[in-house]
């Protein structure tokens, strides 16, 4: 799947803010917004609960999830994905990350420091 995911320097520094403010555990959300042909518009990306146990892994909680999707989609904005924070490590998916996305759905990873968080990086899944 080609197109471009576009996302806003004031949704990127929210997003970089809550992965800094969490490490050294993983923040997590969802990814709202628009399509327009292959290309996707990010617009919102609440922060969800990380219901995981372990310092570097994330699993959102399906009826928090459900909960803003209902509310997003009564905005017109569309469940496009996830997000998270990958504490000390890049933001280049995991096995975890390729294995536990859905097709074609936008999945952004913001890489986090103790110093503060960097440039996020966003990747879709391709049929299995």
Avoid: K, Q
């Avoid at 709202?32 to 892994?57: H, I, K, M, Q, W």
């Amino acid at each position: 799947m080609t197109g471009v995911v576009h996302l806003s320097r004031e949704l990127h520094e929210r997003l970089a803010a809550r992965a800094a403010r969490a490490f050294p555990r993983e923040a997590c959300g969802a990814l709202f917004g628009l399509r327009r042909g292959a290309d996707v518009y990010l617009t919102e990306a609440p922060e969800l609960a990380n219901r995981a146990t372990g310092d570097s892994a994330f699993e959102l909680d399906p009826v928090e999830l459900v909960a803003v999707e209902r509310a997003a989609h009564a905005r017109g904005a569309e469940l496009l994905g996830t997000w998270h924070s990958h504490p000390d490590r890049p933001a280049i998916p995991s096995r975890a990350d390729r294995g536990g996305s859905w097709p074609g759905a936008v999945s952004l990873i913001v890489p986090a420091t103790a110093a503060g968080a960097g440039r996020a990086r966003a990747w879709r899944a391709c049929s299995r």
